[in-house]
């Protein structure tokens, strides 16, 4: 029978009394619940442990919720953050939607609230996943461990690349990139696409991450940057790799 993983939820709360009620009610729900009781253990968690959910408390020792919330969307736009708080007046639920929070409740809370609450950010985390799987299933990575085109060559055991650059080492990111526009010679790749594929769960990274990759492509393996005929730009779409072998 088929192991079903639990959904993980980090909760961020500094009352033990409040952590723990929370944690007991989303274990008996099937989840997998870890407390943080302060600002930067939470912080560590969530990059550490990356859970489906967050649930947020403003006011916390060390770093407070709001900067937690702009730290998080500054590197992850998708994670759902639900904000708990006994702050519940207006001005704060706008200040943590603009900050980017998903769904804002005041202490004291009602406990089935609560758990409907959860149950539809852990269902949003799914359909996010789900579409993410479905936009990348159809591209392939390269699974050699040598590529040549043009004048370069490309060792992937050794990370290293010879080139009108010269000889250089190559990062784990560029690799990614690489197999990918490699093992898809002649396709299309959106930025997005891109950003799913080389980056997972894209956190800290945006399109101008991808195009910078390329203008470093471009130096390192086109004759003439300026004109590249391998890693070209397809308007509206992104980028293709192209070459004669």
């Not at 080139?163 to 560029?174: N, P, R, S, W, Y």
């Not at 696409?193 to 101008?208: D, E, I, N, P, Q």
């Not at 991450?209 to 086109?222: A, Q, S, W």
């Amino acid at each position: 029978m088929e192991t079903v993983e639990k959904k993980r939820i980090l909760v961020i709360e500094d009352e033990a009394h409040i952590a723990d009620g929370i944690r007991l009610n989303l274990s008996f729900q099937g989840f997998d619940v870890k407390i943080a009781a302060d600002g930067i253990e939470g912080l560590d968690q969530w990059r550490s442990w990356e859970p489906d959910l967050i649930i947020l408390d403003i006011m916390l020792p060390m770093i407070d919720g709001f900067s937690i919330l702009k730290t998080i969307r500054r590197e992850d736009e998708k994670i759902p953050v639900l904000i708990l708080s006994a702050r519940g007046d207006t001005k704060d639920k706008v200040k943590g939607l603009r900050y980017g929070v998903d769904d804002y409740l005041s202490k004291p809370f009602d406990l089935e609230e609560f758990l409907l609450r959860v149950e539809r950010l852990i269902k949003k985390k799914t359909w996010y996943q789900e579409d993410k799987q479905d936009k990348t299933q159809e591209y392939k990575i390269f699974e050699g461990d040598q590529y040549d085109f043009g004048d370069n060559h490309i060792d992937f055991v050794s990370f290293k690349a010879r080139c009108a650059a010269g000889e250089i080492v190559l990062t784990d990111q560029e690799i990614v990139l690489l197999k990918l526009f490699i093992a898809n010679k002649g396709k299309p790749l959106s930025r997005d696409m891109l950003l799913t594929a080389g980056w997972g769960y894209s956190r800290g990274t945006s399109t101008r991450t991808v195009d910078n990759f390329i203008v470093r492509f471009r130096k390192y393996f086109e004759k003439n940057p300026k004109t590249p005929v391998h890693f070209i730009s397809r308007r509206s779409v992104g980028y293709v790799f192209e070459h004669d072998k």
